[in-house]
């Protein structure tokens, strides 16, 4: 550090010296989203800005979480910052849709749930996915895809339209998901007939329901572990 060089910037240096050496292991919470904080804001002390942003989403999960305009409410956040948060989370949800790539098998799909609770468990709205998968039950390339975008309660789908998805994709079978804004996995009885249609118009052409999943920020619902697929 040059002498006469503001105060935060021997301390940014030491946070990354210490996180090179050991990891996040031995950083409080705050000091993992100072460390980030770094990234998105180039000069000045982003100690307050990552303690204020604790104090009021309670953990990393919950500001990666946080929608774009409570972030800029916070003191010292800006706005560029927010922005660079969530392209930080979806570099980590592509990371785990790519580590499930390389996965031998998703027989067992609880992999898949974590993701999905990953990707959907906190958004606002309802929507629905599906994982293509091979013969051996592996994850196609790039094999996870948003169907559609619904309200607080509903995405409408169509069974046929899930089928010609998968068929585009050579896809011998599929896993679906959808998540449950209010928090409440429990399927509903529109979810259970969706389930079935699905399965109905996948086995005209041998294409396989592996799983539906129902998540939220918290749980995971499995059609296959509770015995309904």
Do not use: C
């Amino acid at each position: 550090m040059q002498k006469g060089s503001p105060h935060y910037v021997g301390h940014r240096q030491r946070l990354r010296e210490r996180f090179l050496k050991s990891g996040l292991g031995s950083f409080h919470d705050y000091e993992v989203v100072e460390l980030l904080l770094t990234l998105a804001i180039p000069r000045g002390d982003v100690k307050q800005p990552a303690k204020d942003l604790i104090k009021r989403f309670k953990n990393l999960r919950g500001i990666l979480d946080a929608p774009v305009d409570e972030l800029r409410a916070v003191s010292g956040i800006g706005v560029v910052t927010p922005v660079a948060l969530q392209i930080i989370k979806a570099a980590a949800a592509l990371y785990l849709q790519q580590s499930e790539e390389d996965r031998d098998s998703l027989l067992d799909t609880s992999h898949l749930r974590n993701l999905w609770r990953f990707r959907l468990g906190r958004l606002q709205n309802e929507v629905f996915e599906v994982a293509y998968l091979d013969s051996a039950y592996k994850l196609l390339r790039d094999g996870v895809e948003r169907l559609e975008e619904g309200t607080v309660d509903r995405a409408v789908v169509y069974p046929r339209r899930v089928v010609e998805a998968a068929l585009r994709r050579g896809a011998a079978t599929i896993v679906l998901a959808h998540n449950h804004p209010n928090g409440n996995v429990a399927p509903s009885e529109h979810d259970k007939t969706l389930t079935r249609a699905i399965v109905l118009a996948g086995a005209t052409v041998n294409l396989r329901v592996l799983d539906h999943l129902i998540v939220s920020a918290e749980e995971v619902f499995s059609f296959r572990k509770e015995g309904l697929l």
